[in-house]
């Protein structure tokens, strides 16, 4: 990590919005992850009939 807070990695996955989850004190978990806008969550949820 640089003195800025910033984390480095491949670029494979650079750009991609990330989930960052700390199971543990001193431990991160860093997933790359889909974003999906509050106004657009219906369009991924299945259709009650």
Do not use: C, F
Request: glycine residues 10%; aromatic residues 4%; negative net charge.
């Amino acid at each position: 990590m640089g003195p800025s807070g910033q984390i480095s990695h491949s670029k494979e996955h650079g750009g991609r919005p990330v989930l960052v989850e700390p199971p543990e004190p001193g431990v991160w978990v860093i997933r790359t992850a889909t974003v999906i806008p509050d106004n657009e969550k219906w369009m991924h949820t299945p259709a009650l009939i």
